[in-house]
């Protein structure tokens, strides 16, 4: 099982940057995929941001092309989500995800404010 702690959400004003960071517990980290996801209010949960598990290959959702970068450290099992050119609809709960097979850890969640 995996332990997600995520950390870094806060207020922000449009076209700020925030680093979210994501601590996994256990010494199984770098078999999982690592992924940001977001729920903003009365939406569904959306994809953000996933990475592989070396690292080398990762994706993102149109809306944060070019603003948003994801990266891993193995050796420290963290995962961090670096958000630049923030937008006010970039407002919502960011979440923590580590996906292996058919297995799925999530974090508490940490809320990331934009205003404009």
């Known amino acids: 099982q995996v332990q997600l702690v995520e950390s870094g959400g806060g207020l922000v004003q449009a076209g700020g940057s925030l680093r979210l960071s994501c601590a996994a517990s256990?010494?199984?980290?770098?078999?999982?995929?690592m992924g940001w996801f977001r729920q903003a209010p009365g939406k569904e949960r959306e994809f953000v941001a996933g990475?592989?598990?070396?690292?080398?290959?990762?994706d993102y959702a149109d809306s944060v092309k070019g603003r948003f970068t994801i990266s891993r450290d193995n050796a420290k099992n963290t995962v961090n989500l670096q958000m630049n050119s923030l937008k006010p609809e970039d407002t919502a709960v960011y979440y923590c995800?580590?996906?292996?097979?058919?297995?799925?850890?999530w974090g508490q969640g940490t809320l990331v404010t934009v205003s404009s």
């Open positions: 256990g010494r199984t980290f770098s078999t999982y995929a």
């Open positions: 990475i592989s598990r070396s690292g080398g290959s990762t």
């Open positions: 995800n580590a996906h292996r097979d058919i297995q799925d850890y």
